[in-house]
Structures are given as C-alpha cells and as structure tokens.
C-alpha cells in the first residue's frame, strides 16, 4: 500500500503535512473527509525515502508523547497498542502524527529506536539510548515512566529559568534596538545638525569619526565571539578529539563544571540503575551506559572505569581514581562491595543526584540573573561613554 505525503486542511481551516497510506488518492481523500478535514494536494512517498522524511517536535510535543505512552503501558498494553490508542486519543495533531509515525515504522520491522532516529532534533540521545537499553532489557514501560519524570523536572526547570531570565534578556534587547537607532537614525542627522552650524566642522567631524571608530570595534568583538561560538558548536559536532577537549574543559569550569558534571552523573546512574536491576552485569551495563551520557569526556571516563574492571580492579577504587566522577560515587560502590550489593547503589546514586541537580539548577540561576544584570549595566556604561558623553560635549561647544 503506497504512503502519500499530504497536504490538508484541518478542521480549524489550517494548513497541516500529513503521512498517510492508502491504496490510491480517491480513498484517501476520503480517509479526510471522514475527519471533517480536506484534501489538498498529495504525493507519494517511495519505500527507500519513507523514513528519511524529517520534522521537528518541540518539547512540550514530546512531554505529552512521553506521558501518555507511560500512562498507557502502565496500563498493561502493548508498545504497538499504546502507539495506535495515543495516535487516536492525542488531542494534538502532532503528537498524533509522531505516534502514527513511530507505529509505522514499528510495524515494518524497525527497532524502536531506530525510528527515533527520524527526529533526532527532538528526541535527545539519551532518550533514544534508554528507549534502546529499555528495548535490550524488556522494560521499555519503565522507561518511558522515568523519562516522563525527568522531562517533567527538566520542565520545571525551564520555566525557573524562563521566569528570571525574561526581564535581564528584554533590557537587552531594548539596549541594543537602541544602540541600532543611535548608529542609523541620531548619529546622520547629529551630522547635519552640526554642519548647520557650521561650528569647528573639522572637529566636530573627527569626533563623529572617533564614535563611528568606536562603534565598529565593539561590533567587530561581538561579531569574533558570535563567530567563534559558532565554529565551537559547529567543530565540536565533527572533530571528536576536539569534543573531548571542549568537554573536559566545560567540566573544569567553576560554578558550571560541578553542575554538568552533576547532570551526567544523573544520567549515567539513571541508565546503570535501569540495566542492573534488569539483571546485566555491571560490566556490560558501564559499556552500554557510555552511549548515554553528552559529554565526551564524562563517557571516556566511564570506558575507562570499564577497562580497569575487566583488569580486575575494584569498582569503588575505579570511580575514586578518576577526578570526572564525584567522590560520592566511589564511596557508595565501597559500600555496596562491602555489603555484596552493588547493583542497589545506583538507585541511592540517582536518588542523591536527582536532588542535588535540583538544587544545583536553582543555585546556579540565583547567579545568571545576577550576572546578565551586571552585563547589561557594563553596556549601557559603555553605550554612554562611546555614544552619550561624547554627543553632549559636541552640543556643549556649539550652545
């Protein structure tokens, strides 16, 4: 059955992409016109392009994806029951088309996370690598409940850090759009102004000149930072030797170094405690756990603290030598060798994590607004002494 890429209005009157598969177009304008919704145009989609067609959900899209496929394997159904009954209850068309999307690709013999490959901007690697975990250990239901609870934590921690830096960003904004109208607007008719006066021309255009001088340079240092921020991002992403670097140094960084390290370790015991108690031992479960942290040198760390474990060194001696993970980690895999229980130590692990990060966020943006405030200050200090002073002493001569 061939798979059309269409283009509909929906009930709303608006315009929407969907994927559908019908046996030719007359059936499937009337698979949408049985929803209310019309058929504009379509095409088909052939079978070696089908899942290379790529489209992006935003966050709160993938919360209520996680939710409800949670809440419904909870209930006891199949991944591939719960993807049809989520398609058919989501009230929103998206997460309808995501969960359409994924039992398609579940139906034609595809991995679960081989489908989220799809939407690799959506969905982040560490949830398509426990999705993955999950699939290898059965346990795909208790998955999805834990990456519901942590994309709810992220959630609260989005708006906590919305709710502060809204205010310090519009200053910002407003200072710029300023510093624009001085450049475009003020400083050509300032120019005007003083020919007509026809008052020490000469001076008064090499001090025009000097603000333009200055305005150029700053512009030109935001321009180096904006581009060399771009080429970090962007290199990082090819170079993995050069990930690594960046990485290592974000985790010697103070203040954010201990915070990123805090989030790794989270989801590096997330990912051990889930493989463990699903009954893989602690060897195979620090390899597969690697692929689940972001950070380079955080997951060198951990394949690292494998190696040694195959050479038949002590798990707790293995985290204590190495200075990327927390002495906590160490100290707790001692106790857990002590009492022949290693695996449980994680779930302690996570749970100290968990509310460390908790607390760690709200420290952390208790500095950023702070921080942004005194930015904005040094700007508007530096767009009086480049712009303001120099135009009132250029009045001041004239009056």
């Known amino acids: 059955m061939p798979h059309y890429q269409c283009l509909v209005y929906d009930t709303k009157r608006k315009k929407t992409k969907i994927m559908r598969n019908a046996t030719n177009e007359k059936e499937l304008a009337l698979s949408f016109s049985e929803n209310g919704q019309y058929l504009i145009s379509c095409k088909i989609v052939e079978e070696v392009n089908l899942f290379k067609t790529k489209k992006h959900f935003n966050k709160k899209i993938i919360l209520e994806f996680t939710d409800i496929m949670a809440s419904l394997l909870r209930a006891g159904l199949t991944l591939q029951d719960a993807l049809d009954l989520c398609s058919s209850i989501s009230v929103n068309a998206k997460t309808s088309v995501l969960s359409k999307t994924i039992l ?64 310090p960003l519009l200053i910002l904004g407003i200072a710029v759009t300023g510093c624009f109208g001085i450049i475009f607007y003020v400083m050509p008719r300032m120019t005007d102004i003083f020919s007509a006066f026809n008052n020490n ?14 305005l150029w340079i700053s512009l030109g240092i935001i321009i180096i930072f904006a581009v060399t921020a771009l080429f970090i991002f962007i290199f990082r992403r090819m170079s993995k030797s050069f990930a690594f670097f960046i990485d290592a140094a974000v985790l010697s960084l103070p203040l954010v170094g201990p915070f990123i390290q805090s989030l790794q ?40 603290v494998y190696e040694k474990i195959l050479r038949g060194e002590k798990l707790s001696s293995s985290f204590l030598d190495n200075k990327a993970f927390p002495e906590y980690i160490g100290t707790w895999m001692a106790v857990g060798e002590k009492t022949g229980a290693v695996e449980p130590v994680f779930s302690q692990v996570r749970t100290f994590f968990q509310a460390d990060v908790e607390h760690g966020s709200e420290r952390l943006m208790g500095i950023i607004e702070p921080a942004l405030t005194l930015l904005i200050g040094i700007m508007v200090l530096i767009l009086i002494i480049q712009f303001v002073l120099p135009i009132f002493s250029l009045y001041g001569r004239i009056i």
């Open 104 to 167: 398609d690709g579940l139906n034609r013999g595809m991995p679960f996370y081989e489908v989220l490959k799809i939407y690799t901007s959506s969905f982040s690697p560490l949830y398509r690598s426990l999705i993955r975990l999950g699939e290898k250990t059965g346990s795909v239901g208790s998955v999805f409940s834990r990456i519901s609870s942590y994309l709810q934590a992220e959630k609260k921690i989005r708006g906590k850090l919305g709710n502060i830096l809204w205010y």
């Open 265 to 304: 370790t989270l989801d590096f015991s997330f990912a051990m405690e889930m493989l463990t108690g699903s009954g893989i031992t602690i060897n195979n479960a620090l390899k597969e756990s690697a692929d689940v942290v972001t950070n380079r040198a955080f997951s060198n760390a951990i394949l690292e």
């Open 201 to 214: 021309i000469a001076e008064t255009n090499i001090t025009l000149d000097n603000i333009y001088r200055s």
